[in-house]
């Protein structure tokens, strides 16, 4: 038999070279449906079905294609660089089978797509600490791969071995070795323009994948790879877009918004008292942290978070609106230090730290407006690629676990992975002090409750947990240990503000969870108080030896991150620049902005045009309802025009602002 099948070698390569590719579409595809039970039968549903018009491709295309011909150019890539047939099978296999064991741990873990992104808190070397968040219900995802790698690697050895080992083309050939170069140049090329044009329609890649059918989900990854295939969809955020450019944008038009703007800081800080660089600012972005009694359907007695519940009548304090369920950290502080919103960005711009401010030449943000700026992270510095973002930043100093800056505090709670929310507060007042006589911006990132609550407190309290949110029961552990962390952060935080009081030099917190943990049952995500799901607290307050001290902000009832800073300017009555200005105005309309997906009550789009109907941007009123921006003022209007305008320019632009002084301070 085996001298049969060496005798017709190519025929046998060409069946397997079909029948392979095929399988790494299957095995990719089947990532993308979290129930494993009925995720075989949508994978095959796709990829086979797709040929008579499967339904989830929205058209009567076999948009599986697309995914095929990214799959068979990889292959000859790697035919032609290894020279052996099956241990190119073996590897093409075992990629798609890594591809498919995160998308789905991650769809799982957060409802969210792995994407191109991901890839550098890998080759960053956090794979370590990304292994560690998987939660315990995913552990054997990570034992089938293990299985299935051993498998497709020893099957590549073997039948290597079998075919005597043959290889594809003649090592002593030189025409072979021109027709092997060719193939790997081809292949290489093929795959570099494919990727890097798939997302744009007017290109040759993006019409033919129009005409079979693709129908790009781009607000929401997950549904885009359910549609058009994981492999399509996966590479279409490899050269992703940042932003469109907005009608009218050039120069002359900037000017006239700088000039606009000017007039309203003026007006604005005819009632302002100082500046906002009279005191040291710390901002504080609170892991996954949200008191219990914010989580719709939940119940817990006696009161985890007391203090925190209460500080609202003593300061400012609201709901903040969160981009994301589970994780997207990274890009709420994003929106905290440059005051720009992920709203606003192509839905392909999906995480800035990594994405954009590595390439960024142009980075205004509040580290700068300080003579001193710190940052602090209990963490591991090179996640979300932090120590290369915060010397773009411009920070002096970022402190963290590894050289040269080190933490000054590294205690954590019994039997937890991470640094406490005490200890952390600890470096950040530490790191105040590096700088003694003079103010500045530190930027404070905890850890302590940070998933996967894989662990029990053995001293914790003993709190009554119960509710719809508890779901099956399957995470019940997971949550008594995150609301036993919230009691833990609940008292940490009210010491560290009486710290904070006893200093005789001025100070103001911005507190705030950067989003709610992904622990609770899934279905709320298909209720009417979805939108809940998607908000945390926050609170900004001044210190004994602060202005505003006792202030209350009027409108402090809902907020986003993007507007943290002018909100610290109005609590503690600091004049403002130009684009403080604007966000003034902004908040004053608009309380929060966020990413639209958040306001959906069904958990998914079924058409752009659903979509494009409210907006790629979500707008809340003073009481945290959907704006509907069919029925906006034409002032309201003109300041989204504008912020739009002013963040393309930033970004993506010609940085027609930098000259203009629009983020001065008045002097």
Known sequence: ML??????????????????????????????????RTGAREATAFVFGAW??????????????????????LYLFFI??????????????????????????????RNEAFQPADLIAVTTGNTGEIVSFVPVEGHYVVYCYIGLTALTLA??????????????????????????????????????????????????????TDLIGDNPRLWDPVSDYRANGAITGFARYINPKVMDAPAGYSGADMADIADRYFEAAEEINQTRTGDITDQSVIMILCESCKPPSMTPNLEVEPNPTPFLEAIGQTTSSGRMLSTSLGGGTANIEYQSLTGLSMGLFSPMMTTPFQQLVPISSYLPNATNWWPKSQAVHVYQPNMYSR?????????????????????????????????????????????????????????????????????????????DISGQALGDGKNDRQIETFVQGMNYTDQATEDFLAKLDELDRPVTVVWYGDHSPSIYDSDLNSRSDRLKTYETQYFIYSNKAARGHDAILENAGYSSSNFFMAQVAEQTSSR?????????????????????VAARTDGEVTSEEEQRSSGDLLLLDADGQPVDQTTLTPRQRRLLDDYRMVQYDITAGQHHLADKGFMDFPA
């Not at 491709?57 to 697309?66: K, R």
């Open 155 to 208: 099957s590549g050895i073997v039948f290597t071995v079998l075919d005597r080992p043959h290889r594809c083309l003649d090592w002593a050939s030189w025409r072979a070795w021109v027709a092997r170069v060719l193939i790997f140049a081809l292949t290489a090329g093929s795959i570099g323009y494919s990727v890097s044009n798939l997302a744009n329609t007017e290109t040759v890649v993006g019409r033919l």
């Open 52 to 73: 008579f018009g499967h339904p989830s491709t929205g058209s009567a295309g076999v948009i599986v294609l697309a995914g095929l011909v990214i799959i068979a150019l």
């Open 387 to 463: 120590d290369i973002d915060y010397q773009k930043f411009g920070v002096d100093h970022f402190w963290s676990l590894r050289e040269p800056d080190v933490v000054s505090c590294t205690d954590k709670l019994p039997d937890s992975p991470y640094i406490s929310d005490a200890c952390a507060y600890q470096s950040a007042l530490d790191a105040l002090s590096v700088y003694p006589d003079e103010n500045q911006f530190i930027s404070l990132i905890t850890m302590q409750n940070h998933g996967a609550y894989t662990y029990s407190y053995p001293d914790g309290g003993d709190f």
């Open 3 to 36: 001298a049969s099948l060496r005798a017709h070698r190519k025929a046998v390569y060409i069946v397997s070279f079909i029948l392979v590719c095929f399988l790494c579409a299957w095995i990719t595809q089947f990532s993308v449906y979290p129930d494993h």
């Open 80 to 109: 032609a660089l290894i020279n052996y047939f099956w241990i190119a099978s073996a590897l093409v296999v075992e990629l798609s089978g890594t591809f498919s064991a995160i998308n789905f741990l991650k769809i799982q873990a």
């Open 576 to 596: 403002v620049s130009p684009f403080l200005a604007l966000l003034t105005e902004l908040h004053d309309e608009f309380p929060a902005m966020g990413v639209a």
